[in-house]
């Protein structure tokens, strides 16, 4: 018996930097996140343009990105470093239930 997957259906979100905006089709289970992303993102924006006044809109988008990627890089680390521990884990765990087999 074979599982029929149902294609999760597209949402539209706008999405709107300077004075362009863009209407991106997503998939509906993702929407809140691009929604809460973008606000978070707009935020963080305009707290870079009030920093001072030093920095413009672009300067301020490009300050953003950069914090975004750097956070996702950080998050995979981490990530990465949460699998690493959970797999030694799980290899102690496998050697301590041998061993109280065998004995």
Do not use: W
Not at 42 to 59: A, T
């Amino acid at each position: 018996m074979t599982k029929s997957k149902i294609p999760n259906p597209d949402v539209s979100v706008f999405i709107k930097l300077l004075d362009r905006g863009f209407k991106l089709s997503v998939p509906a289970d993702q929407e809140k996140f691009y929604r809460e992303g973008y606000e978070v993102f707009l935020q963080r924006v305009q707290q870079h343009k009030l920093r001072g006044k030093v920095y413009g809109d672009i300067e301020a988008i490009a300050l953003t990105s950069i914090e975004c990627l750097v956070a996702l890089q950080r998050n995979q680390e981490q990530m990465n470093n949460v699998i690493m521990a959970f797999k030694n884990r799980v290899e102690k765990l496998d050697e301590t239930v041998t061993s109280a087999i065998e004995s």
